[in-house]
């Protein structure tokens, strides 16, 4: 779809190669918008598809379409695979993320001027087949892993902004501590090794009953 993106009317979605996040292959677009002009069903994006970047730097990007992202519109620098329904999606798109897809990537891309792969070409790329009961399996296998790398990565964000919180605070304090020090008032001084001190056995207790559970 050749449309501009213009302010989001609140219903019809639009996803560039830009919206597809770089880690997860998630929609999340910054900010959220929707294509310009009639909106042709030929370019609605639907359950079981699989969106490709074909040109740019992004190139062999993929996004697998969640119903949960609602109506959406892929633009025109994205190729859209519409996955037969005796097929598995979630387990075809899996595959865009192996190192042989990677290499494949890189091999078919590797032209003269800016890097890119067309639609006959990723129609080309060599997917690996088994039986419709065992593709299901596969992918919901996959789908558990990558819930869980989610759950983990939310984790390890929200104790690294706990750190940064508390590294600041314990600065402060110690700054004043310092500042007390060098104005020669004593009762300042204490207070604020106190609250120092206090700062730290705060954390220390936290840690513990981390680690207790």
Same mark, same amino acid.
């Given at each position: 779809?050749?449309?501009?993106?213009?302010?989001?009317?609140? *219903?019809?979605?639009?996803?560039?190669?830009?919206?597809?996040?770089? +880690?997860?292959?998630?929609?999340?677009?910054?900010?959220?918008?929707?294509?310009?002009?009639?909106?042709?069903?030929?370019?609605?994006?639907?359950?079981?598809?699989?969106?490709?970047?074909?040109?740019?730097?992004?190139?062999?990007?993929?996004?697998?379409?969640?119903?949960?992202?609602?109506?959406?519109?892929?633009?025109?620098?994205?190729?859209?695979?519409?996955?037969?329904? +005796?097929?598995?999606?979630?387990?075809?798109?899996?595959?865009?993320?192996?190192?042989?897809?990677?290499?494949?990537?890189?091999?078919?891309?590797?032209?003269?001027?800016?890097?890119?792969? !067309?639609?006959?070409?990723?129609?080309?790329?060599?997917?690996?087949?088994?039986?419709?009961?065992?593709?299901?399996?596969?992918?919901?296998?996959?789908?558990?892993?990558?819930?869980?790398?989610?759950?983990?990565?939310?984790?390890?964000?929200?104790?690294?902004?706990?750190?940064?919180?508390?590294?600041?605070?314990?600065?402060?304090?110690?700054?004043?501590?310092?500042?007390?020090?060098?104005?020669?008032?004593?009762?300042?001084?204490? !207070?604020?090794?106190?609250?120092?001190?206090?700062?730290?056995?705060?954390?220390?207790?936290?840690?513990?009953?981390? *680690?207790?559970?």
């Amino acid at each position: 779809m050749n449309a501009a993106a213009v302010k989001y009317d609140g *219903k019809h979605k639009y996803i560039r190669i830009t919206d597809i996040d770089e +880690e997860t292959s998630a929609f999340i677009p910054n900010p959220l918008s929707s294509p310009d002009g009639e909106f042709e069903q030929k370019y609605l994006v639907k359950e079981n598809d699989i969106l490709f970047a074909r040109t740019g730097a992004s190139v062999g990007k993929s996004y697998l379409y969640n119903p949960n992202d609602g109506e959406l519109y892929f633009a025109g620098f994205l190729i859209r695979a519409r996955i037969k329904p +005796e097929y598995n999606g979630t387990f075809i798109y899996y595959q865009t993320k192996s190192k042989k897809y990677d290499r494949w990537v890189k091999l078919t891309s590797m032209r003269s001027g800016q890097p890119g792969i !067309n639609s006959q070409e990723y129609s080309g790329y060599p997917i690996a087949i088994t039986g419709k009961v065992e593709q299901d399996k596969i992918a919901d296998f996959l789908q558990l892993i990558d819930n869980r790398i989610a759950v983990q990565n939310k984790i390890i964000k929200h104790r690294k902004s706990l750190i940064f919180s508390l590294v600041i605070e314990i600065l402060l304090s110690f700054l004043s501590l310092i500042e007390s020090a060098l104005s020669l008032n004593v009762f300042s001084f204490f !207070n604020n090794l106190l609250k120092f001190m206090w700062t730290i056995f705060k954390e220390v207790k936290r840690l513990w009953s981390q *680690k207790k559970t």
